[in-house]
């Protein structure tokens, strides 16, 4: 049975969504096992074509914008590349991230072309708990935001493991030894990436919309398990 998606605002124009953790964006040739995909889901859903708006990886979840026509996605499209449009990601990390940096670090697509990327970071709080990893008798752990300028495929996941602070349950762009603690001790398998907010200017009636999407259930336990509160 289909799962049914969360939409947090919908209008004749556009459906915004709160994706899942492992819900693939759209049908892609390196993901044969998926079958599941909420451009589908979300047609299936309301009984419209959708046109996805931007893109989320398959494991981050959160806010997630689709259009009802193309006019509509060539608007919002435009409004995202002239960096008129807010978007706000929560992470766990490995380590106590600094407290305010902007990552101006170019990323090589996967057509081997290098492009311009920018991601602005804030930390919310850090942890340490009496929890041994390699050569360390505890472990340290970041609570962060991210606000990426530019759209780059997996951006916020490359910047955070170039800063050597990478997001925990990353594959590949993370720690291994990181990620099978958190397998082994606290049995979580997803990474702890999530587009918590947008905030973009309506393309026909110019009103200025914050959209919010809730934390995933596992995102809140392991936050609460590293005493991370918000």
Not at 10 to 27: A, C, F, S
Not at 106 to 111: E, F
């Amino acid at each position: 049975m289909s799962k049914t998606l969360e939409i947090l605002y919908q209008d004749e124009y556009m459906v915004v969504i709160n994706k899942p953790n492992g819900l693939l964006v759209h049908r892609s040739s390196i993901a044969n096992d998926a079958d599941e995909f909420a451009v589908q889901l979300l047609r299936d859903q309301i009984g419209q074509f959708v046109y996805p708006v931007h893109r989320l990886d398959r494991k981050t979840s959160g806010v997630l914008m689709f259009a009802l026509d193309k006019e509509t996605t060539r608007l919002l499209q435009a409004e995202m590349q002239n960096k008129q449009t807010l978007k706000e990601y929560h992470a766990i990390v490995r380590g106590y991230f600094p407290e305010e940096i902007k990552v101006d670090y170019a990323l090589t697509n996967d057509k081997g072309k290098v492009q311009e990327a920018i991601t602005r970071f804030e930390c919310v709080q850090t942890t340490e708990i009496d929890v041994p990893l390699g050569k360390h008798a505890t472990s340290r752990y970041s609570l962060i935001k991210a606000f990426p300028q530019t759209g780059r495929m997996h951006q916020i996941r490359k910047h955070c493991n170039h800063l050597r602070h990478p997001i925990v349950g990353d594959r590949p762009h993370g720690c291994n030894k990181q990620n099978r603690l958190f397998k082994e001790r606290w049995n979580m398998t997803v990474m702890l990436l999530h587009a918590k907010k947008i905030v973009f200017t309506h393309p026909y009636n110019k009103e200025v919309l914050t959209i919010e999407a809730s934390f995933p259930a596992e995102f809140l336990r392991i936050q609460e398990t590293l005493l991370l509160k918000k």
